[in-house]
């Protein structure tokens, strides 16, 4: 089958964590071997299952590109891609081997999606299948009422903006960031809203995760690590107690205080901080929260830099879970004065045409052939295929059942 209108254009159309999170791999992991599997967490409107042809098609398409010169002369222009990496994704091309797509026989109106192989090679697939599944539904129904929509409510949103950017002045300015490429309406209109949002609200919005974005509108390409790097700890060698610890010390020595945003939630906020020491605490720059309620993760985050002796004002807080532009401005309202913020904005700006979007992930479940968890701090948003080591990794780590 073949694709009129191929989802993915470029392979530089993913987030940037991905790109930061793979180099480190190259670096220090480069045999390790990963499997993904794709999850969604709502009832679609119509059955995942019957878009698996053209889902496919779309995944033969994705694996027959590579990085132009001019999209590796960008990235080569970050100051932390170094040049071997660059070397690397010069001969690269997803292999479309390692990826599988199946309906469960229990399930048929499911769709299943696995990714295995060389992590290497692997993980790169994530917000290219994601993005994929995500267009290929909507594709489904007429777009000029969405679309039409979507202007809509993004109009909305600017003067939203404008009105609060009038407000009165806080210690610290309010800045958001677009993370909506894993769960846009399409392609096309996810441009239309960076662009849109980088000429009407520039001083408010500075960047976007999405690498292709950044650099065709000149903004900053945001991200750091994701759940799956520090999952990948769990089967990297180190006594399972000390996984997290490890991997911010392999982070640390590849970026030598770049991208110095920490990801709390793999197991629980509270087992995170008791990880993140003194030490931590002064080589990163701050934290962010994707799950739990996120005033309380705020607060303990505070405590314990208070606990510490570290200022707060000098670290940053950035919030990322399912936030909308009214929950992003009572979190900055909470905290301005105390602590820099940001808010990665995502499904709610790239996705809000309409529709309900889908809530789909795809993740890390084993890694070097070892199951591995992300338990996460708000129940549903968990993930591990293997109950034993989940509850091993409870107990080592004083989770509490959700």
Known sequence: MRVTDPVIQSLLDNDLYKFTMMQTILHQNPEAQAEYAFKCRNKPEIPLSGLRAEIEAQLDHLCSLRFSEDELAYLGGLR???????????????????????????????????????????????????AIVNEVYFRQFPSEPSWAEGEVRLAAKLDRLKAFASGPERRNPFVFFDFGTRRRYSRVWHEEVVATLAREAASLMRGTSNVLLAKRYGLTPIGTMAHEYLQAFQAFGSRLRDFQRNALEHWVH???????????????????????????????????????????????????????????????????????????????????????????????????????????????????????????????????EDANFLNYLRDVFEIEQQ
């Not at 090679?121 to 299948?129: D, K, N, S, T």
């Open 80 to 130: 932390f891609i170094k040049s071997d990496f660059i070397d690397f994704l010069r001969l690269f091309q997803l292999q479309r081997r390692f990826i599988e797509v199946s309906v469960p026989e229990d399930k048929p109106e499911e769709l299943a999606i696995r990714v295995k192989g060389p992590m290497l090679h692997c993980m790169l697939f994530e917000i290219y299948v994601l």
């Open 254 to 384: 590849e970026y030598r205080g770049d991208l110095g945003i920490a990801l709390t939630d793999v197991v629980g906020t509270d087992a995170f901080l008791r990880d993140f020491d003194l030490y931590f605490c002064k080589l990163f720059d701050g934290l962010r929260h994707d799950s739990g309620d996120p005033f309380v993760w705020g607060e303990k985050a505070l405590a314990h830099y208070h606990k510490l002796r570290i200022d707060p004002a000098s670290k940053m807080f950035v919030f990322s879970d399912g936030l909308d532009m009214e929950g992003a401005f009572a979190l900055y309202h909470h905290f301005a004065d105390r602590v820099r913020t940001g808010f990665g904005i995502g499904t709610s700006l790239s996705n809000d045409c309409g529709k309900e979007p889908l809530q789909i992930v795809m993740k890390l479940v084993r890694c070097n052939y070892q199951p591995v968890a992300k338990v996460s701090d708000s129940p549903g948003k968990g993930m591990c």
